[in-house]
């Protein structure tokens, strides 16, 4: 996938998984998937794996995922301000998950090239 596929408009994200009652973060958390997979070039993320974990702990292990994302995001960016993945956490923990993917959206959007809100 070319690096211009993972950069996205953070806005329209926004907007559209309000409109859709939060069913297009989940289009967005498979984007990001990829994303992160490419930002660390192997595949450590699986869209698959995400989707069934978090049905079957009803929503817990989305947390955890977006903690880990966090961190790996930071690590990749060679930012290791750990407080971003603990605010991710909060975030999620509150149902402001949309909040977190914004934050790690606008990290990726960075690492390949593109500063697009």
């Not at 984007?31 to 049905?55: D, G």
């Not at 930071?74 to 993945?85: I, P, Q, S, Y």
């Not at 914004?102 to 960075?110: F, G, K, M």
């Amino acid at each position: 996938m070319p690096a211009s596929e993972h950069v996205r408009n953070i806005g329209k994200d926004i907007i559209f998984t309000i409109l859709t009652c939060g069913l297009f973060n989940i289009y967005v958390q498979s984007r990001q998937i990829n994303a992160v997979n490419a930002m660390m070039k192997e595949e450590k993320y699986n869209f698959l794996h995400w989707s069934l974990f978090t049905l079957l702990t009803c929503g817990i292990y989305h947390i955890y995922h977006e903690y880990r994302k966090s961190t790996d995001i930071a690590l990749t960016m060679k930012d290791h301000d750990r407080n971003e993945a603990l605010v991710c956490i909060i975030l999620t923990i509150f149902g402001m998950s949309i909040i977190a993917d914004a934050i790690q959206q606008t990290h990726i959007n960075r690492h390949f090239g593109s500063t697009k809100l």
